[in-house]
T-cell receptor
Framework: GAVVSQHPSWVICKSGTSVKIECRSLDFQATTMFWYRQFPKQSLMLMATSNEGSKATYEQGVEKDKFLINHASLTLSTLTVTSAHPEDSSFYIC??????????????FGPGTRLLVL | GDSVTQMEGPVTLSEEAFLTINCTYTATGYPSLFWYVQYPGEGLQLLLKATKADDKGSNKGFEATYRKETTSFHLEKGSVQVSDSAVYFCALRGSSASKIIFGSGTRLSIRP
């Protein structure tokens, strides 16, 4: 149980185009999902916290107009990289928070989406 | 703010060697502590966790003990295998927040 999927697993696009990445919790509902970015050989940096039915909370330095997040249902959050440029090339990872009665919340991570902008 | 500092890599060991990857943290209150592993080309997997002082998390032969007095959560394994080659991330989640803060990651390579 507690599986999180991402689609696509990798994408190559031209500079100036927009790319949408989906994050789904397959067997549980997640009120809260998170989007991270990982540069080669570096750690994960939290970009934003996505809350179902409300606006995402962005970390300092993350452009909310460039990285659009939508969390329209309890099992799906999307990240859209608008007008992508080569510097947006990275590995994007989402996580979904599972809340169990009487237990602490646990985050489960998706397998990541590798974006290459030419 | 909260932060995690872990041992820089890469770390290269021979099979069956003893492994320690150091991790220390800075946080207010009582955070939960985690070790995640990322195998080549894959996403993060939770390896083990501890939610309160003196708790020991363990999984797949790996162990880490939550030491509040030294603010540490060092990862250990008595006998590593080639299949343990991966990047290991120490992380924390503050007592009043959901977001997870990651250390810089330690790349581990095990040679046969």
């Amino acid at each position: 149980g507690a599986v999180v999927s991402q689609h696509p697993s990798w994408v190559i696009c031209k500079s100036g185009t927009s790319v949408k990445i989906e994050c789904r919790s397959l067997d549980f509902q997640a009120t809260t999902m998170f989007w991270y970015r990982q540069f080669p050989k570096q750690s994960l940096m939290l970009m934003a916290t996505s809350n179902e039915g409300s606006k995402a909370t962005y970390e300092q330095g993350v452009e909310k107009d460039k990285f659009l997040i939508n969390h329209a249902s309890l099992t799906l959050s999307t990240l859209t990289v608008t007008s992508a440029h080569p510097e947006d090339s990275s590995f994007y990872i989402c996580s979904a928070e599972l809340v169990s009665a009487g237990a602490q919340e646990t985050q489960y991570f998706g397998p990541g989406t590798r974006l290459l902008v030419l | 703010g909260d932060s995690v500092t872990q041992m820089e890599g890469p770390v290269t060991l021979s099979e069956e060697a003893f492994l320690t990857i150091n991790c220390t943290y800075t946080a207010t209150g009582y955070p939960s502590l985690f070790w995640y592993v990322q195998y080549p080309g894959e996403g993060l997997q939770l390896l083990l966790k501890a939610t309160k002082a003196d708790d020991k998390g363990s999984n797949k032969g790996f162990e880490a003990t939550y030491r509040k007095e030294t603010t540490s959560f060092h990862l250990e394994k008595g006998s590593v295998q080639v299949s343990d080659s991966a990047v290991y991330f120490c992380a924390l989640r503050g007592s009043s927040a959901s977001k997870i803060i990651f250390g810089s990651g330690t790349r581990l390579s095990i040679r046969p």
